[in-house]
């Protein structure tokens, strides 16, 4: 997709904060973090919403949680805790349509969201 932001960071037009990166999926930073270790696990291949994942995506969607993990661990949060949020569709507050998974730790969460 030529004029999505994270599809731009997939292909090195934008450089973001890498915290890990392979073939088919990268994590970086949040600009705007919302606790003390915030950043994004992508795809590289560009899917607009969790509702556009198909049956052929279920390896791709573990590796996403895979890199979160390993990235979680590598920032020191894994044992405290940390939260993983994928959002979907405006009503939940998406606003790059090419799904990412956020990852927030470093603080106490509260449940329910808002
Ligand atoms: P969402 O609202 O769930 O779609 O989340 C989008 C996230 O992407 C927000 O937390 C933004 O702060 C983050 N974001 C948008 N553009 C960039 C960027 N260029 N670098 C890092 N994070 C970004």
Not at 18 to 24: A, G, S
Not at 73 to 100: D, F, L
Request: charged share 20%; glycine share 8%; net charge negative.
């Amino acid at each position: 997709m030529a004029d999505c932001i994270f599809c731009k960071m997939a292909r090195g037009e934008i450089q973001p904060d890498i915290v890990y990166e392979d073939d088919e999926v990268l994590a970086f930073r949040d600009m705007n973090p919302q606790a003390p270790t915030h950043f994004l696990v992508i795809p590289r291949r560009h899917i607009a919403t969790t509702n556009d994942l198909e049956a052929g995506d279920t390896e791709l969607v573990g590796k996403l949680y895979l890199a979160a993990r390993q990235v979680a661990t590598a920032e020191g949060i894994a044992e405290r805790g940390y939260r993983m949020v994928m959002n979907c569709n405006p009503e939940a507050g998406q606003s790059v349509y090419h799904i990412h998974l956020h990852v927030l730790g470093g603080r106490p969460m509260n449940w329910p969201p808002g």
